[in-house]
């Protein structure tokens, strides 16, 4: 469906609702360069214990981008906050059906962090996947050599060298790799999916890097001061995801983030642990956490 969101631009925002007597929602933030309709499965899984499940389309991504946008860019001005803002606002929207969590996937899941930082809401769980602690003096890096290239090619031009910058290395572990996209699952259908679908793994624009990359170092910012709200969050992470540096990175999160949070790790599954091989394990998991909060 077709929403208007805090500044009056459109997003689609995917909804699973053949529930009755809902008790609440789980709203889901995807990752990028995909889009909302490929939690389909885990929606459904939610739907059975009783919860309704939405899904935005970001901004650039999905029906949004490929429709009512521009596809990889977010907007002119501070991209990384006006889609918290629009998450927030989609947040409002729905808050009082009942329990409300929220899962983050990717970059999906430092868009959630940013929200659990930032944000004063009344949320009842936060489930964070594939989620990782890259060095800011990368991000610094790469976000130096982004706002050069956006000054001399301007916003929308669509930037590979960012791209190949960003996932540069990821598919190493998996070679001789069967796919560029090896590194998202061993379940060789779910990666021809991805590969074959063109609102998926497309290259973005400059615009979206100097946006995402910024977006981070502002979030290692805010979580200097993060306050332990109380909020149950549960952790999610492939053992072979290269974005949380093969499991390396869960210590220094787990630093940001001592209390209220729990870990799993599953055993070589890779960067998207829900269209894994065994990925039910993983649905199962998040509807016991899920259940617990009730």
């Not at 389909?40 to 949004?64: F, M, Q, W």
């Not at 050599?145 to 791209?163: C, E, P, Y």
């Not at 021809?192 to 170092?217: H, M, N, Q, R």
């Amino acid at each position: 469906m077709k929403i208007n969101t805090w500044d009056g631009k459109e997003l689609f925002l995917n909804i699973w609702n053949d529930v009755e007597n809902p008790k609440g929602v789980v709203h889901i933030i995807h990752g990028m360069v995909e889009y909302g309709a490929r939690y389909e499965d885990l929606a459904k899984y939610l739907n059975s214990l009783g919860y309704v499940v939405i899904a935005p389309d970001h901004r650039g991504h999905g029906v949004t981008g490929f429709q009512y946008g521009y596809p990889g860019y977010f907007s002119e001005n501070d991209g990384w906050m006006n889609v918290v803002k629009d998450n927030l606002k989609i947040y409002d929207d729905y808050k009082n059906v009942g329990k409300y969590f929220f899962i983050g996937h990717s970059m999906g899941s430092f868009l959630l962090r940013t929200i659990i930082c930032s944000a004063d809401i009344q949320a009842d769980g936060y489930i964070l996947s594939g989620s990782g602690n890259p060095k800011a003096s990368q991000m610094k890096i790469g976000l130096f050599l982004a706002n050069i290239i956006k000054k001399i090619s301007g916003d929308k031009k669509k930037s590979k060298f960012m791209n190949d910058m960003m996932f540069k290395g990821f598919n190493d572990k998996f070679a001789p790799n069967r796919s560029e996209f090896d590194w998202l699952s061993r379940d060789n259908n779910q990666v021809d999916l991805y590969e074959k679908s063109p609102w998926c793994g497309f290259v973005p624009t400059v615009a979206f890097f100097c946006d995402f990359l910024a977006g981070i170092l502002r979030l290692y910012d805010l979580e200097k001061s993060c306050t332990d709200k109380g909020v149950s969050k549960l952790w999610l992470f492939g053992e072979n995801d290269p974005v949380s540096g093969y499991g390396k990175d869960l210590l220094s999160i787990k630093e940001k983030y001592l209390s209220n949070s729990e870990f799993i790790i599953y055993p070589e599954m890779r960067h998207e642990i829900l269209n894994e091989i065994d990925r039910e394990k993983v649905f199962k998991d998040i509807g016991n956490f899920i259940m617990r909060g009730e």
